[in-house]
């Protein structure tokens, strides 16, 4: 089956680390995403990506950074500079077409001590 | 601006009882319209959507929604809610013609028996 695969499910890193997150989806969509969610503020957009070499920021890229090298994955690397990195992180992508909705992974949970 | 709004941050219900859950948006034209449900730990899957045509949509898991121009309004129910149906549900918009989607905040539905 076709979907979008997060790993690893749960993370733990020290304050002062980067971290990576996986993100790689077999849709063979174009656009990928993604989200930080916490409590009570939904999901905030971190980063995405129309086309592989290309990414823009969203709403909250400070301390975050991506690559899109291929098609099929999209990284996120949450560094030392992120002030508040423990969080839910989503990643999604979409198909071509205005109306498609977004296709999501099962998260990673990341926590720094 | 963009914006989903969800008025009700959490939600009670009893078993068997239907359900209303609100969604209102702010956006200038006719948008795209999705319901996404998320169960603890997981991601989000899509519900159902509105783009065009009759406005009121039928989704997975019994759920249907109506679009109302007037009231830039989305809401989504179920006649007879089920215990499994305890979840987080978010709105969002998917804004034409670019890639952009703006979630709501959520609201948290409890299922009592």
Redesign the interface.
């Known amino acids: 089956d076709g979907g979008i695969t997060q790993s690893p499910k749960y993370l733990f890193r020290k304050e002062g680390q980067n971290v990576t997150l996986s993100c790689e989806q077999n849709l063979n969509h174009d656009a990928m995403y993604w989200y930080r969610q916490d409590p009570g503020q939904g999901l905030r957009l971190i980063y995405y990506s129309q086309i592989v070499n290309d990414f823009q920021k969203g709403d909250i890229a400070e301390g975050y950074s991506v690559s899109r090298e291929k098609k099929e994955s999209f990284p996120l690397t949450v560094t030392s500079a992120q002030k508040n990195p423990t969080a839910f992180y989503l990643c999604a992508s979409r198909g071509q077409g205005a109306n498609s909705p977004l296709h999501f992974g099962n998260g990673t949970r990341l926590t720094v001590t | 601006a963009q914006s989903v709004t969800q008025p009700d ?1 959490h939600i009670t219900v009893s078993e068997g009882a239907s359900l209303e859950l609100r969604c209102n948006y702010s956006y200038g034209a006719t948008p ?1 319209l ?1 319901w ?1 449900v998320q169960s603890p ?6 519900l159902l ?1 509105y ?1 065009s045509g009759d406005t009121l949509v039928q989704g997975i898991k019994g759920f249907e929604a109506e679009f109302k121009r007037s009231q830039s309004s989305f809401n989504l129910r179920k006649p007879s809610v089920h215990w499994s149906d305890a979840a987080e549900y ?1 709105c ?1 918009v ?1 804004a ?6 703006y ?4 609201t948290s539905l409890t299922v009592i028996p």
């Open positions: 941050i795209y999705f996404y730990g997981q991601g989000l899957q899509l959507k783009f978010f969002a998917g034409p013609p670019g890639n952009q989607f979630f709501g905040t959520g």
